[in-house]
């Protein structure tokens, strides 16, 4: 079974700052993939970045970043610039490559301040 | 392209009522997910159907909670009958079913029991 790790529940960081939003990972299976997804209080869950566990360097998608250590279980979230929109609960998400199961951590919201 | 389809948007129901939600997912896409979100918490996988088929109903709770996904398209997840606990967002989710393919979720049902 997977478990995913979020310790941080909440976050404050100034508009136009970097913030870092930190995700750590168990499981057994040898290949897998890391998601991050937003959710702004509308509630709907947007797609942010994907990381696979084969990967050899780091994905990034536009403001976002994904700080990826495998041998520590890491995969953490970088957000470059932050602005007002930004504010959203952030999730963590893992599946294997055996199966369609995403399994999400409980998440960090982050507040943005002008 | 049109995104995954949810409804209702709100719904309340006193404890001991019947409740359905539906859900379109994208045009094509294979697997089909149900979510259940609780306030401050990640979501947590109900229900997988891959095709018409369900892949994993480990965590339905099966003496209350239904879901069919009919002809392989559409799919309605019921509660019958509803306990407080049940008070969460349900979120549907759709892929197109391929290895490490990024999940497209609706806005979710906010179902209060009462």
């Known amino acids: 079974a997977q478990k995913i790790t979020q310790t941080q529940p909440g976050m404050f960081v100034q508009e136009k700052e970097a913030v870092t939003l930190d995700c750590t990972y168990d499981t057994s299976d040898p290949s897998y993939g890391l998601f991050w997804y937003k959710q702004p209080s509308s509630g709907e869950m947007i797609f942010l970045i994907y990381q696979g566990s084969y990967d050899q360097q780091n994905a990034t998608e536009g403001r976002y970043s994904l700080n990826f250590q495998k041998a520590r279980k890491s995969a953490n979230l970088v957000i470059s610039a932050s602005q007002l929109g930004d504010s959203a609960m952030y999730f963590c998400a893992m599946r294997p490559s055996n199966d369609y199961k995403l399994s999400f951590g409980a998440g960090t919201t982050v507040t943005v301040r002008a | 392209e049109a995104g995954v389809a949810q409804s209702p948007r709100y719904k309340i129901i006193e404890k001991r009522q019947s409740v359905a939600f539906w859900c379109n997912p994208i045009s094509g896409h294979a697997t089909l997910y149900w979510y259940q979100q609780i306030l401050g918490q990640g979501p947590k996988l109900l229900i997988q159907f891959q095709n018409n088929g369900v892949v994993d109903d480990s965590q339905l709770p099966k003496d209350r909670f239904s879901a069919e996904r009919l002809k392989g398209v559409d799919s309605t997840l019921k509660i019958q009958p509803a306990k407080l606990e049940d008070s969460a967002v349900y979120l549907c989710?759709?892929?197109?079913?391929?290895?490490?393919?990024?999940?497209?979720f609706g806005s979710g049902t906010q179902l209060s029991v009462l």
């Open positions: 989710a759709s892929s197109p079913g391929t290895e490490n393919e990024k999940l497209f």
